[in-house]
């Protein structure tokens, strides 16, 4: 999809996250190259769209790829002293190492523009990734396992929902790839529990469940009210922040109170909270 490569890379340059959101569910080609070889990450890493950055990330888009002159996303970044963006490239792979066409690295570009919070992330050693963390493992997920599977319980019980064959489904929140990889790995257990819950008899109902973006959350709650049923939806997974957004959740609680008991929030707070903790750690 030719044109629709030029679209999102113009979206990713002019920091249109909506748009950009849009053009990648809808295919577009996220390594399209425009003027001097920039693709959508260089363009939205060069201008500092550290909204933007995580997502075309997330669409599998080549965090080292190079411009004319050898330039890459985290040398553009460094050379305009994108320091927002500059973590969430080396989360995303980067390779600091990398030299352009003259010889240099993010981390010089970086010292010749004088930018000295990103030397220091530069400079920083390279931390080794974290083993995997199972998150039944703390104590915040039995609670949290157990609430969902009450909630799950309490609607397929409810004489309503069983005489008008109800419809319910479980939802979460997608993260970035900083602060959503935790919650990713919450998600993951819970739905493998709830399975074995089911299978076990302790649950009543196996519904069915998805993730969706943020920006997608609104659309997703209004099929609560929609064909006539008896419908309900348990929104149980969402993160604490998604890059400077830091009310995530706050947000999400607020959109799903419109809808009063057709919708619950049964996300744990304390495991955003480890989430962030971890997060932060990784990023010095």
Same mark, same amino acid.
């Given at each position: 999809?030719?044109?629709?490569?030029?679209?999102?890379?113009?979206?990713?340059?002019?920091g249109?996250?909506?748009?950009?959101s849009?053009?990648l569910?809808?295919?577009a080609?996220?390594?399209?190259?425009?003027?001097?070889?920039?693709?959508?990450?260089?363009?939205?890493?060069?201008?500092g769209?550290?909204?933007i950055?995580?997502?075309?990330?997330?669409?599998n888009?080549n965090?080292?790829?190079?411009?004319?002159?050898?330039?890459?996303?985290?040398m553009?970044?460094?050379?305009? !002293?994108? @320091?927002?963006? /500059?973590?969430l490239?080396l989360?995303?792979g980067?390779?600091?190492? +990398?030299?352009n066409? =003259?010889?240099?690295?993010?981390?010089d570009?970086?010292?010749?523009?004088?930018?000295?919070?990103?030397?220091?992330l530069?400079?920083?050693?390279?931390?080794?990734?974290?083993?995997?963390?199972?998150?039944?493992?703390?104590?915040?997920?039995?609670?949290?396992?157990?609430?969902?599977?009450?909630?799950i319980?309490?609607i397929?019980?409810?004489?309503?929902?069983k005489?008008?064959n109800?419809?319910?489904?479980?939802? !979460?929140? @997608?993260?970035? /790839?900083?602060?959503g990889?935790?919650?990713?790995?919450?998600?993951? +257990?819970?739905?493998a =529990?709830?399975?074995?819950?089911f299978?076990?008899g302790?649950l009543?109902?196996r519904?069915?469940?998805?993730?969706?973006?943020l920006?997608?959350?609104e659309e997703?709650?209004?099929?609560?009210?929609?064909?006539?049923?008896v419908?309900?939806?348990?929104?149980?997974?969402?993160?604490?922040?998604?890059?400077?957004?830091?009310?995530v959740?706050?947000?999400?609680?607020?959109?799903?109170?419109?809808y009063?008991?057709?919708?619950?929030?049964?996300?744990?707070y304390?495991?955003n909270?480890?989430?962030?903790?971890?997060?932060?750690?990784?990023l010095?």
């Open positions: 999809m030719p044109d629709q490569g030029k679209e999102l890379y113009d979206a990713a340059r002019n249109n996250a909506a748009r950009v849009e053009l569910k809808s295919g080609d996220v390594h399209w190259k425009g003027s001097y070889g920039w693709t959508a990450l260089i363009a939205a890493a060069n201008n769209h550290e909204a950055v995580p997502l075309l990330l997330k669409a888009a965090v080292n790829a190079k411009a004319s002159g050898g330039w890459t996303a985290l553009k970044a460094a050379n305009n !002293g994108r @320091e927002a963006v /500059v973590p490239l989360e995303g980067a390779d600091r190492e +990398a030299k066409n =003259d010889g240099y690295t993010a981390l570009w970086a010292r010749k523009q004088g930018h000295d919070g990103i030397v220091r530069l400079e920083a050693p390279v931390v080794a990734a974290p083993s995997p963390i199972d998150v039944r493992t703390e104590s915040w997920y039995v609670r949290y396992l157990q609430s969902n599977s009450d909630a319980n309490a397929a019980n409810m004489n309503k929902y005489k008008n109800g419809q319910l489904k479980i939802i !979460g929140i @997608e993260g970035d /790839v900083v602060y990889e935790r919650t990713l790995q919450e998600w993951t +257990a819970l739905q =529990d709830l399975d074995k819950g299978k076990d302790t009543a109902e519904p069915k469940n998805s993730r969706v973006a920006e997608d959350l997703e709650l209004e099929w609560v009210n929609k064909g006539g049923k419908r309900y939806i348990i929104v149980a997974s969402c993160p604490n922040r998604i890059g400077d957004n830091h009310k959740m706050e947000q999400v609680k607020a959109m799903c109170a419109e009063d008991d057709l919708v619950k929030c049964t996300f744990s304390a495991g909270l480890a989430a962030d903790f971890e997060a932060n750690m990784r010095g």
